[in-house]
């Protein structure tokens, strides 16, 4: 069965400080993505990863997929309040119909 | 932005009552789904769609749900006697033939009570 464990699960910090997330499997994923999601609203997709080893920037937001591609990393520099969500990683499935298997989330909450 | 579009936002109904949960896909994607989260929980696959036929359903999409895509841009899930376990948020998502990443509807908060 694959799995996705993210830690922390929950994580509050002062509006400037930098944080990271992080997204651990045993299994091997071809690809994984970061979405994030407000309270009330479905998740919105803000990175795929697909290379092992690759690293992708967004802002101040980085996405590192690990070399092994069992375990990704997001890393946002001097976080804001905007930055307050639920934070997902999510890969596919071994069945290649597209579903998605999803971490457990990271709740951040970024205080002004 | 294209958007997948989803209604009610709310639903509240009685334990034992069917209901159908609807969704507009983005008009050029090709597979869709539907997920749910229950409070608290992750984010779970229910059904995946492609060309008219179910591709791949987990093990909690029993005999109780059926989707259908009736006029070829709806997209409905429907609970035929809903359990108070089925209270969740419902996530309809599509995704354009390629493509990795999903776009997701805002979602269906159903309660049964």
């Known amino acids: 069965t694959q799995l996705l464990e993210q830690s922390p699960q929950f994580l509050s910090i002062q509006e400037g400080e930098n944080l990271t997330v992080y997204c651990n499997s045993s299994s091997v994923f071809s690809s994984l993505q970061w979405y994030r999601q407000e309270p009330g609203e479905g998740p919105v997709l803000l990175v795929t990863?697909?290379?092992?080893?690759e690293v992708k920037k967004l802002k101040r937001l980085t996405f590192q997929f690990g070399d092994a591609r069992k375990d990704s990393s997001l890393h946002i520099t001097a976080a804001q309040p905007g930055d307050t969500g639920l934070y997902l990683c999510a890969g596919p499935g071994s069945s290649n119909t597209g579903k998605l298997i999803f971490g457990q989330g990271t709740t951040l909450q970024v205080k002004p | 932005e294209p958007e997948v579009t989803q209604t009610p936002s709310h639903q509240v109904t009685q334990m034992g009552q069917e209901v159908i949960l609807r969704c507009v896909p983005i008009s050029n994607h090709l597979y869709f789904y539907w997920y749910r989260q229950i409070l608290g929980q992750k984010v779970e696959f229910l059904v995946s769609f492609y060309n008219n036929e179910i591709s791949e359903k987990s093990e909690i999409f029993d005999d109780q749900f059926s989707v259908e895509r009736p006029d070829g841009s709806n997209f409905t899930l429907k609970i035929r006697s809903t359990k108070l376990e089925d209270s969740a948020m419902y996530f309809c998502a599509s995704r354009r033939q390629g493509a990795d990443g999903y776009t997701f509807g805002s979602g269906t908060r159903l309660t049964v009570v």
């Open positions: 990863v697909v290379t092992g080893g």
